[in-house]
């Protein structure tokens, strides 16, 4: 299988937001989940909203996708609207004040018809990735939070994200629904990964010096 993975600046692009938004919204239906908050679409008009997009080569067929938002004075992070009504701490730890950079890797989803074929991780890495690059630009980001659901943990884990314990249940929240755990973790070392495996740092560090390239991955399923 031959994928192509992009990212488009939200607002420069509202025929891919709208195709990320309705595969978001397919996926999540097909698991029981009507509503998240970063399902919403208001990020269609925020000029600090990233996307990526796993698409077919000829990119008729969209497989996944992930978001990276910036925090800015406009908008709230996703993170911040999920998680609000069950701890407002969530605005402190997510600092008010902009000159601190901030953002929230979300939104992450993949089609039944490609799991278990490793794109969560390729695209964690590309939005971790895409965020060191910011690094160098006019954004200078300090951090990179995420809410993350049990089945994707250990991978945000082994890409240097750790639990965020001072908000909800030691991070924990029963969130989209009563029964399910979404926990809070950040990755505060976006320049150095220190706490990401060496494979994973190696591959981050790869694809932020190369942004543009050709690859083999290797995922459970095969190549």
């Given at each position: 299988?031959?994928?192509?993975?992009?990212?488009?600046?939200?607002?420069?692009?509202?025929?891919?937001?709208?195709?990320?938004?309705?595969?978001?919204?397919?996926?999540?239906?097909?698991?029981?989940?009507?509503?998240?908050?970063?399902?919403?679409?208001?990020?269609?008009n925020d000029p600090d909203v990233f996307i990526v997009m796993v698409e077919?080569?000829?990119?008729?067929?969209?497989?996944?996708?992930?978001?990276?938002?910036?925090?800015?004075?406009?908008?709230?992070?996703?993170?911040?609207?999920?998680?609000?009504?069950?701890?407002?701490?969530?605005?402190?730890?997510?600092?008010?004040?902009?000159?601190?950079?901030?953002?929230?890797?979300?939104?992450?989803?993949?089609?039944?018809?490609?799991?278990?074929?490793?794109?969560?991780?390729?695209?964690?890495?590309?939005?971790?990735?895409?965020?060191?690059?910011?690094?160098?630009?006019?954004?200078?980001?300090?951090?990179?939070?995420?809410?993350?659901?049990?089945?994707?943990?250990?991978?945000?884990?082994?890409?240097?994200?750790?639990?965020?314990?001072?908000?909800?249940?030691?991070?924990?929240?029963?969130?989209p629904k009563p029964d399910l755990i979404a926990t809070v973790l950040v990755?505060?070392?976006?320049?150095?990964?220190?706490?990401?495996?060496?494979?994973e740092k190696k591959d981050i560090f790869n694809l932020r010096e190369n942004?543009?390239?050709?690859?083999?991955?290797?995922?459970?399923?095969?190549?």
């Amino acid at each position: 299988m031959e994928l192509k993975i992009r990212i488009y600046k939200a607002i420069d692009n509202l025929l891919a937001c709208e195709r990320f938004a309705k595969g978001h919204e397919n996926v999540l239906l097909d698991y029981g989940i009507k509503k998240v908050t970063s399902s919403n679409t208001g990020w269609f008009n925020d000029p600090d909203v990233f996307i990526v997009m796993v698409e077919s080569v000829s990119g008729d067929e969209l497989f996944g996708g992930a978001r990276l938002h910036i925090k800015n004075r406009e908008h709230l992070l996703p993170i911040e609207n999920a998680i609000s009504a069950l701890d407002k701490n969530i605005h402190k730890l997510i600092n008010p004040d902009v000159a601190y950079k901030t953002g929230e890797l979300c939104g992450l989803w993949n089609t039944k018809s490609i799991s278990g074929n490793g794109l969560s991780a390729m695209l964690v890495r590309t939005g971790v990735a895409k965020a060191g690059i910011f690094i160098a630009e006019k954004y200078s980001l300090k951090s990179l939070y995420t809410l993350s659901a049990p089945w994707t943990i250990g991978m945000v884990k082994k890409i240097g994200f750790v639990v965020e314990e001072s908000v909800g249940n030691k991070g924990e929240f029963a969130y989209p629904k009563p029964d399910l755990i979404a926990t809070v973790l950040v990755l505060n070392d976006i320049l150095t990964l220190k706490n990401a495996i060496p494979e994973e740092k190696k591959d981050i560090f790869n694809l932020r010096e190369n942004p543009v390239q050709r690859r083999i991955e290797n995922g459970p399923k095969g190549t």
